[in-house]
């Protein structure tokens, strides 16, 4: 378990980036993260879906799209008004995943995708024992953790702002096994996890991104994908194969409520 630290508290990052970024345009690459492993729990549009942490709406609005019964929600008032601004059909609520205003046994399947590492460890548990409260027994979640591992040291080390003025939280990376044991201790049973390349290190260097994402879009990037050159990907990929859990940047967790 590691902490990393930034400048800014963390609620002051996440309501800048979602106060300076678009709503995103629904995810399509089927076999990039997130979606990828969304749709190995999401198989039924009768499904009632919760996508805690939703974000600028990439796969809540991939889903709604297609016909399913999804409820996506955010901390952050003003990325859910810019969601219902864009699509008033949404189905969104400020809502925070440490208290929702939700039954007990409500939903089948919750897809939480970056939202955990948020929380320092009391919390953490926390807000894992509320995701458990309003899933049905048998329900199943994916989500994904920051991983603690060589590539998240590395980004760590380049970042800007690694010369800390004020040392705040920023986000907790912990090890495969780690992850796992959360979800273990609060009565989950564990079906599979993942190691995940969603951003690769090599794309904080302009010189390996792909050539059409040379300039940064954050909301491209999000949507399609952190691409990388041929270069680029040939690195990674190596990497990747014989370093899976050193170089992948994120754990992505299948597990369902018993």
């Known amino acids: 378990m590691r902490i990393t630290y930034r400048n800014e508290k963390n609620t002051e990052y996440w309501k800048r980036r979602w106060d300076n970024i678009e709503v995103d345009e629904p995810a399509f690459e089927i076999n990039n993260y997130p979606l990828r492993y969304a749709n190995l729990i999401v198989k039924n549009p009768n499904q009632n879906i919760l996508e805690a942490g939703c974000g600028a709406g990439r796969l809540l609005r991939f ?80 989500a994904s953790f920051r991983a603690d591992n060589i590539q998240e040291l590395i980004v760590d080390f380049i970042r800007k702002d690694k010369k800390q003025e004020n040392k705040c939280f920023h986000k907790l990376n912990l090890k495969k096994r780690e992850f796992v044991s959360l979800f273990e201790k609060h009565n989950f049973k564990v079906e599979d996890i993942y190691s995940v390349q969603n951003m690769p ?43 899976p859990d050193q170089f992948c940047n994120v754990y992505v967790l299948i597990a369902y409520k018993n």
Request: proline content about 0%; charged content about 30%.
């Open 63 to 142: 889903f709604h799209n297609k016909g399913y019964k999804i409820t996506g929600i955010e901390f952050f008032e003003d990325i859910i008004e810019k969601l219902k601004k864009k699509d008033n059909s949404l189905n969104v609520k400020v809502e925070n995943i440490l208290n929702l205003n939700f039954k007990d046994d409500f939903f089948d399947c919750v897809l939480a995708f970056g939202l955990y590492h948020n929380f320092e460890s009391e919390n953490l548990d926390r807000a894992i024992s509320e995701t458990h409260r309003v899933m049905k027994k048998g329900a199943k979640i994916c």
């Open 201 to 243: 290190f090599l794309y904080k260097f302009k010189f390996f991104r792909a050539k059409d994402q040379k300039k940064f879009n954050e909301n491209i990037a999000r949507v399609k994908g952190y691409k990388l050159s041929f270069f680029g990907n040939l690195i990674q990929n190596i990497l990747i194969k014989y370093l």
